[in-house]
């Protein structure tokens, strides 16, 4: 089954909710692609390239330092906008939450 792109599911979702067309054709403009699943090495190795703790990491992305440290033991998987939020300190640096 193919995973649908974050573009298409907010599409589909504007349009359950009755939002006017020209909304969402500004949407599809945007074509916001789907995050990339990161693995527990991929998020160790992001958090060491900003050069930050776990606790630093955490505050930035709003969520517990327990939780940055299950991702980086491979324990739980990032899902959402935590995944959303690494792939775009990924692409952008960390500078971009400022």
Known sequence: MKRKTLSQSLIDAAKELGFPRATMAQLEELDIPVAKDLSARQIRDLRNRVRVSQGVFAALLNVNPSTVQK????KVRP????LRLLNIIDSKGIDVLK
Do not use: M, R, T
């Open 71 to 74: 991702w980086e033991q491979g």
């Open 79 to 82: 899902q959402n906008a935590a």
